[in-house]
T-cell receptor
Framework: SAVISQKPSRDICQRGTSLTIQCQVDSQVTMMFWYRQQPGQSLTLIATANQGSEATYESGFVIDKFPISRPNLTFSTLTVSNMSPEDSSIYLC??????????FGDGTRLSIL | EDQVTQSPEALRLQEGESSSLNCSYTVSGLRGLFWYRQDPGKGPEFLFTLYSAGEEKEKERLKATLTKKESFLHITAPKPEDSATYLCAVGNGGATNKLIFGTGTLLAVQP
């Protein structure tokens, strides 16, 4: 299965700032996904990022708050904009084809002060 | 609405004490049921995929089964290294590979 690296692994940020999270895959993949895992809650899909097209956002998530880039088949970024304490969470990227299991990176642990 | 419910929320076992974790689901057009293991500070690690009722998969001390409404993860003679959070997810029948996750079962196996 693909090896997925995320940077940074953790960060502590000030309210009102923005942070860009990087996701690098060791092989070319069509579909990449960004999830949020809040304490005590399930993983929730933020958006699907396919190379060459705009990201598709799930209900409750908007591009202005979570802009995503997908410049090629091995890389994607998620930006968390204008952060507030409610954005404190684990952000995970994953890869996987239709009907196939998704494989995850180890996540970015984000705390907002 | 697509939904996944896992029970129990937490389970404490003695080493060698077998048990089962439950995953109940409602989904419009099942495109796979997935079991993951998540260790603290790590991302979910894929364990099994099940696609149709009656299907079973095994790996070491773990066995996953699937019916039309639920899946079970059976743990036989667990060891302390099996301690982790076990997550269940379903793929819905949409155009993307969206997974809907349950909140997980936190398993602690004591020596």
């Amino acid at each position: 299965s693909a090896v997925i690296s995320q940077k940074p692994s953790r960060d502590i940020c000030q309210r009102g700032t923005s942070l860009t999270i990087q996701c690098q895959v060791d092989s070319q993949v069509t579909m990449m996904f960004w999830y949020r895992q809040q304490p005590g809650q399930s993983l929730t899909l933020i958006a699907t990022a396919n190379q060459g097209s705009e990201a598709t956002y799930e209900s409750g998530f908007v591009i202005d708050k979570f802009p995503i880039s997908r410049p090629n088949l091995t890389f994607s970024t998620l930006t968390v904009s204008n952060m507030s304490p409610e954005d404190s969470s684990i952000y995970l990227c994953s890869v996987g084809g239709l009907g196939q299991p998704q494989h995850f990176g180890d996540g970015t642990r984000l705390s907002i002060l | 609405e697509d939904q996944v419910t896992q029970s129990p929320e937490a389970l404490r076992l003695q080493e060698g004490e077998s048990s089962s974790l439950n995953c109940s689901y409602t989904v419009s057009g099942l495109r796979g049921l997935f079991w993951y293991r998540q260790d603290p500070g790590k991302g979910p690690e894929f364990l099994f995929t099940l696609y149709s009722a009656g299907e079973e998969k095994e790996k070491e001390r773990l066995k996953a089964t699937l019916t039309k409404k639920e899946s079970f993860l059976h743990i036989t003679a667990p060891k302390p290294e099996d301690s982790a959070t076990y997550l269940c997810a379903v793929g819905n029948g949409g155009a993307t590979n969206k997974l809907i996750f349950g909140t997980g079962t936190l398993l602690a196996v004591q020596p």
